[in-house]
């Protein structure tokens, strides 16, 4: 079930990169970002509150409180560099180069989580890092 749901992700981001392309047009892309955050807070709040998740809150403890807090503080960052990039940028050239995102990952998984890296794995790390270097220099 976890691939249909990065299909839909990966779908989605797709989305958000073409509409916030449009969308930074003709506004600051900070404020672009503050606005697009403020959508997510709102709709992510109500499927919380929707699903009756809202009630478990107090259950979480104060690592998770912690990582989820340092999760969001670096999503904000992310989403205001790439609000950046998209209203100075081709959309074609910022995405895939974001997409290095996925390599970082790779790496910061192996080193802090422990997780195996396949051969597999990195062939596809690598040809992601060389199509974001091809977007580099177009």
Request: hydrophobic share 60%.
């Amino acid at each position: 079930m976890w691939k249909y749901y990065a299909l839909l992700s990966a779908f989605f981001a797709a989305l958000t990169a073409i509409f916030a392309k449009v969308g930074v047009k003709d506004v600051n892309s900070d404020l672009a970002t503050a606005i697009r955050t403020t959508i997510i807070l709102l709709l992510t709040w109500g499927i919380a509150i929707f699903g009756k998740q809202v009630q478990h809150i107090k259950d979480i403890g104060g690592h998770t409180w912690a990582f989820l807090i340092l999760s969001g503080c670096a999503t904000g960052l992310s989403w205001l560099f790439y609000f950046k990039a998209l209203q100075v940028g081709d959309v074609s050239r910022v995405a895939p180069i974001d997409k290095l995102s996925v390599v970082i990952t790779i790496v910061l998984a192996f080193l802090f989580l422990r997780e195996s890296v396949t051969p597999l794995v990195i062939v596809g790390a690598l040809l992601i890092t060389a199509g974001s270097i091809v977007m580099f220099i177009k």
